[in-house]
């Protein structure tokens, strides 16, 4: 949430932009505050964080696949608006996160496995794993 929000403030500005290491910076520390652990969201230079993993995001439908700047898509916007809460994205990206993905992959890659039929969502198939795991061993 906190990057997604980084990137609002950001919007329009190239992805390897030096502005957003500072709001990165504070998404980091926070989040290592609360988990633990030593993660590293505010790199720089040319393996900034989104340069080097903006499919990601891309691949939750939250930046434009498209555009080279710092771009959201209107389900980007209304999260880092807080028009939709965590639990509401968390629940529409288990609901429509799907392989092949048509976010990030290529046309004819999108092609192949519609010509075989093939669709899956992921995470609601560990959803539903674990579910019927709790059903039969608890």
Same mark, same amino acid.
């Not at 230079?45 to 696949?65: I, Q, T, V």
């Not at 976010?103 to 075989?116: A, L, M, Q």
């Not at 039929?117 to 579910?131: A, G, N, S």
């Given at each position: 949430? %906190? @990057?997604?929000?980084? @990137?609002?403030?950001?919007? #329009?500005?190239?992805?390897?932009?030096?502005?957003?290491?500072?709001?990165?910076?504070?998404?980091?520390?926070?989040?290592?505050?609360?988990? $633990?652990? =030593?993660?590293?969201? =505010?790199?720089? $230079?040319?393996?900034?964080?989104?340069?080097?993993?903006?499919?990601?995001?891309? =691949?939750? %439908?939250?930046?434009?696949?498209?555009?080279?700047?710092?771009?959201?898509?209107?389900? #980007?916007?209304?999260?880092?608006? #807080?028009? !939709?809460?965590?639990?509401?994205?968390? @629940?529409?990206? !288990?609901?429509?996160?799907?392989?092949?993905?048509?976010? !990030?992959?290529?046309?004819?890659?999108?092609?192949?496995?519609?010509?075989?039929?093939?669709?899956?969502?992921?995470?609601?198939?560990?959803?539903?794993? @674990?579910?019927?795991?709790?059903?039969?061993?608890?």
């Amino acid at each position: 949430m %906190g @990057i997604v929000r980084a @990137i609002y403030k950001h919007q #329009g500005k190239p992805k390897s932009t030096t502005d957003i290491h500072e709001d990165l910076r504070k998404v980091e520390l926070e989040t290592n505050q609360l988990t $633990g652990e =030593a993660i590293t969201l =505010a790199r720089e $230079g040319k393996r900034n964080l989104f340069r080097n993993s903006d499919r990601y995001w891309k =691949a939750l %439908g939250l930046l434009e696949p498209k555009s080279r700047k710092f771009q959201l898509t209107s389900f #980007g916007n209304k999260l880092a608006e #807080g028009k !939709i809460t965590q639990n509401e994205f968390a @629940i529409s990206v !288990i609901k429509t996160l799907s392989l092949p993905n048509e976010h !990030i992959e290529p046309k004819n890659e999108i092609e192949t496995w519609e010509s075989n039929k093939l669709r899956i969502k992921p995470l609601e198939l560990i959803l539903q794993i @674990i579910k019927a795991l709790l059903r039969k061993f608890w």
